[in-house]
């Protein structure tokens, strides 16, 4: 029954080495969105996708990037990882206007 | 700018008794209203959410919230918590930004410990 699914949970990678974490989802929403959430903070939007349409925001560093090539599946790059990149990095989806439901997030730690 | 308040950052309890957690919010236009929470290395998780129609609205594990118009507040109730409630809770604002988009203004967080 899993709706929104994120792999790998844990990825562990070395200060700039680039790394993918991968979101997919089984609601068909035409919403999705990659958040970063550091301990102790609330979720911080770095961007989101309706249908094809790719907004950024505004303060999300170039060096993440996203790409979405079908209803299902959305990814994250991180183009070259800092020590300030590690932190859980969570998955939503969502009709437009709808609730946004949640995937159990990746936490990437940074060496 | 749009924001959510979030007044009590940290609220410790003892089982049985009541909760009721602050939230605040500044936008102009439609919103809607939701909570989430966070339990221990778990996944964010929609507790209740309003769009329209009763403010008073009931979620899930026994939650309800409600919406004050007049008061821009969305509060966040439970007449007897458990140790189990012990967990982070989010507040969110949903508002229309742009034709084709929604994002989610979250609050600080609120953390909740329940303790037997």
């Known amino acids: 029954d899993a709706m929104v699914i994120q792999n790998p949970r844990y990825q562990v990678t070395q200060f700039g080495k680039p790394v993918t974490l991968s979101c997919s989802q089984t609601?068909?929403?035409?919403?999705m969105y990659w958040y970063q959430q550091k301990s102790s903070q609330a979720p911080k939007l770095l961007f989101h996708?309706?249908?094809?349409?790719?907004?950024n925001e505004a303060d999300t560093p170039d060096n993440f990037q996203s790409r979405r090539p079908n209803t299902s599946f959305c990814f994250l790059d991180i183009r070259s990882p800092g020590l300030g990149d590690a932190a859980m990095y969570l998955c939503?989806?969502?009709?437009?206007?709808?609730?946004?439901?949640f995937g159990p997030g990746t936490r990437l730690t940074v060496l | 700018a749009q924001s959510v308040s979030q007044h009590n950052h940290h609220v410790i309890l003892s089982e049985a008794a009541s909760l009721e957690l602050g939230c605040n919010y500044s936008y102009g236009g439609t919103v809607n209203l939701f909570w989430y929470v966070q339990y221990p290395g778990q996944h964010l998780q929609l507790l209740l959410k309003y769009f329209s129609g009763d403010p008073l609205v009931k979620g899930i594990k026994g939650f309800e919230a409600e919406f004050i118009k007049s008061k821009f507040s969305f509060n966040l109730r439970k007449p007897s918590v458990q140790w189990s409630d012990t967990a982070e809770y989010f507040c969110a604002v949903n508002g229309r930004f742009a034709y084709n988009t929604d994002k989610l203004i979250f609050g600080t967080g609120t953390r909740l410990q329940v303790f037997p």
């Open positions: 609601l068909n929403h035409n919403v």
């Open positions: 996708y309706y249908d094809k349409d790719f907004n």
């Open positions: 939503a989806t969502s009709i437009l206007g709808g609730a946004q439901y």
